[in-house]
């Protein structure tokens, strides 16, 4: 058996997230059913780890097992996935690894972004949310450096989670300006579900001046999700880059 990493992205407005679940629509039980179909053979595919009900990926990776070997260098194959896949996933790359390689384990980080727009706009609906807000963005990026100086998250995960740490290292945390639209880029070694969405639905109120920047660390130092702000809808937020270490590619 040969391992591969199957790199893709989607839009997860039609999904339950990646992870297949009981009679739901999940990206992971589309794209095992349709590499299935094109192998000719029932094989897992395991994902880099989860996104939620409505969240997309600009980038995702997979991994699979395969008996068949030079699936990497087949442009055939990854048009045949493309052809049976919905619109809305596309695979990218297909790229041979280690057989004990793992695409959830051997991450070394992974980035996200989250869009707001700053007036209506049809075809970004499904991707951004809509805020009218005036933001204080500098407020904002004085908070979110705080992230940088702290590994305990237990404020910004879900409640009752299954996490067996809520620690993680961020080494990136900032919100840009763009024409009519705010990004906000973070980047850490690991992510708590739901975390993104919590710290951007903490942020907010910073760019309102309803919560002062001694007040988000609070939040950070008081280690209960009840501090923390509503988290923001799942739509504005996309995975955007996982890092793997070199070695584990052939």
Known sequence: MTRYFIFLSYRGTAYHGWQMQPGRHTVQGVLTKVLSTVLASQLPVTGAGRTDTGVHASFFCAHFDSIRDMLDTDEQFIYNLNSLLPADIAVKRITKVKADASARFDALS??????????????SADTAWLLYWHLDVDRMNEAAAIL?????????????????????????ARWTEEKGRLVFNITADRFLRNMVRAIVGTLIPVGRGKLSVADFEGVIDGKNRGLAGQSAPAHGLSLTGIEYPPEIFI
Do not use: Q, W
């Open 110 to 123: 992974r980035s996200y972004t989250y869009t707001i727009i700053r007036e209506k706009d049809p075809f």
């Open 148 to 172: 940088m100086n702290h590994n305990d998250f237990t404020s910004f995960s879900r409640l009752h989670g299954s996490n067996k740490t809520n620690f993680c290292r961020v080494t990136a």
